[in-house]
């Protein structure tokens, strides 16, 4: 086998490999944000501040965990996106219920 043929087994093993990572992620996506979803509307409002209490100050540990390593914008433009999309939910979620 060449060096270019070994080459390209090892970009197809690593291809295979961030494609199954990426659909493992994408399939783990997809069950938390349907469990939020069938969770929000049988919160009370006080569960609903202590909810989000708990779940901002998690993500501030989370964030922290990461301060001495470079990650891409696009994973701090992802945290922050998808952290503010659950607050608005919760926080919009309790306002309707009042």
């Known amino acids: ?21 990426a659909c493992v992620l994408g399939a783990r996506a ?6 939020l979803e069938a969770v929000l509307p049988h919160l009370t409002t006080l569960q609903r501040v202590a909810v989000t209490r708990s779940f901002r100050q ?3 540990d989370a964030m922290s965990l990461t301060d001495d390593v470079v990650l891409p914008a696009e994973y701090h433009s992802v945290l922050l996106e998808l952290t503010n999309t659950i607050l608005a939910a919760m926080s919009e979620e309790s306002a309707s219920r009042q």
């Open 58 to 60: 998690g993500i501030e």
């Open 1 to 21: 086998m060449s060096k270019a043929d070994e080459i390209l087994v090892e970009i197809n093993e690593l291809v295979a490999a961030n494609r199954k990572n």
């Open 30 to 35: 997809m069950v938390l944000g349907t469990f």
